[in-house]
């Protein structure tokens, strides 16, 4: 599979790759041989860019699937990992690097981010992480350093930070999960954000492509819009083979233009660690399907749920996925 130099970086990663999430216990759930056979036939597929966090616990998946594997930056041919930590302090972004590393058995870690990066004050409450990734970067120990986001003026001020390498962004077509401000953002200024980001040097890669599952009844639509931007990667999370056959299909510019995979079998989840119990899906769902729970966050009541997507474009924190 052909590679896209990651922005100023030294990296060439795969139009595609692998969303590590998927197959954790906030998903799939997926024991650890099985799991880890999902990763590994990414990377034998070709896919060469792996995404996890702290937060999802997945690196177990990753170390069983890369065992025997020359992961040093000499192999030009190694998996790409790349993590991200939620945390806010010098300390605690030490703690996680040094976390990712032992779990993964590593001395280097070719990509670390700050996860999740939310619009000011969240950037300057996280000033003592992101020197941490500046000094362990400097150290050689993490090869890039960058963020991930969801809000279009994160990714704008991004372009002007020089030591930021990598910019992971959330973006599709719809604008589905795009925050700007307190507010939504749209698919085109998050669009203008990138641009400037690649035009900055800044590696690419996006998520969301499939806006939490709910574009992919427009598949190849929904890939061309974020490839056709410029980005150097789009992010999916995959947990069957056959997905991960037709991103690579996809990628390799071998799917039939007419193809459409089927998901029928996709149901909609609520994230209960994302959800704020807002409301606004209960007023929205045409088919009455969500409920507040006990905890007074939203559910799903299956047997009125039509999957029919409505519900995810009016969360405001991105807590409604299809899948
Ligand atoms: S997918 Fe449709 S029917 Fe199901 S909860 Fe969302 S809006 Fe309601
Ligand atoms: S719209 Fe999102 S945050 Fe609000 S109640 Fe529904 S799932 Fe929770």
Avoid at 79 to 91: E, G, H, N, R
Wanted: with cysteine; aromatic share 8%.
């Amino acid at each position: 599979m052909k590679k896209n130099k990651l922005g100023s970086t030294d990296l060439y990663v795969t139009p595609i790759g692998l969303g590590v999430l998927t197959i954790g216990n906030t998903q799939l759930d997926l024991p650890l041989e099985q799991g880890a056979e999902i990763v590994r036939y990414a990377y034998e597929k070709g896919i060469n860019l792996f995404d996890t966090a702290q937060y999802y616990e997945t690196y177990p998946y990753i170390r069983e699937a890369f065992k025997g594997i020359d992961l040093l930056p000499s192999n030009p041919d190694r998996p790409i990992i790349a993590s991200k930590s939620l945390c806010l302090t010098y300390d605690e972004m030490e703690e996680a690097i040094q976390e990712c590393l032992d779990a993964l058995d590593l001395e280097h870690i070719d990509i670390f981010k700050m996860h999740e990066v939310r619009e000011n004050p969240d950037w300057e409450n996280r000033a003592g992480a992101w020197q941490c990734l500046k000094d362990y970067k400097a150290k050689g120990i993490v090869g890039a350093i960058g963020i991930s986001t969801h809000h279009v003026d994160v990714v704008e001020q991004m372009a002007e930070v020089t030591d930021c390498d990598i910019v992971f962004p959330l973006i599709n077509y719809a604008g589905l999960g795009i925050r700007k401000g307190a507010g939504t953002g749209t698919a085109d200024e998050m669009a203008a954000a990138i641009q400037k980001c690649i035009a900055a040097g800044k590696g690419i890669f996006a998520m969301k492509a499939f806006g939490g599952g709910n574009l992919t009844g427009t598949y190849q639509k929904a890939l061309n819009y974020v490839r056709d931007l410029g980005t150097h990667s789009i992010m999916v999370g995959m947990g069957k083979k056959e997905e991960i056959d037709d991103l690579v299909a996809y990628a390799q510019g071998t799917l039939p233009p007419d193809y459409q995979p089927d998901v029928s079998f996709k149901i909609i989840h609520i994230d209960q660690g994302d959800c704020e119990g807002c409301g606004s899906c209960v007023k929205r769902c045409p088919n009455k399907a969500i409920y507040y729970n006990e905890n007074g966050l939203a559910d799903v009541n299956y047997d009125v749920c039509l999957t029919c997507g409505y519900c995810a474009p009016v969360c405001p924190v991105r807590a409604i996925i299809m899948w």
